[in-house]
């Protein structure tokens, strides 16, 4: 198995940020990335969301006139506060060396 690369955790991290303010179908958030200046197409999206299906982090759910909609589990929710706390420490980090 591959280790995780850091565009992988960014682009994780700002799925579930996204889908925790709002379900989202993969255009959707293709359209939302795009407006946070992260360049990802639907090709490169598939994988992670898949990544994020089978760590129980998202759910989808089929639904009508929409497609797949995924939403944040709970599971998602602690992944996604650990992410952030990792972010925390960073930046605290960065901050004391400067």
Do not use: W
């Amino acid at each position: 198995m591959r280790a995780p690369t850091l565009d992988g955790f960014v682009s994780k991290l700002y799925i579930l940020k996204l889908v925790q303010s709002s379900p989202s179908t993969v255009m959707t958030l293709v359209d939302r990335l795009r407006e946070h200046g992260v360049e990802k197409n639907i090709r490169s999206l598939r994988p992670i969301l898949r990544s994020l299906m089978i760590a129980r982090a998202i759910t989808a759910e089929l639904v009508e006139g929409s497609g797949r909609v995924y939403c944040i589990t709970d599971s998602g929710r602690e992944e996604l506060h650990k992410y952030l706390s990792h972010l925390d420490v960073l930046q605290s980090d960065i901050e004391q060396t400067r």
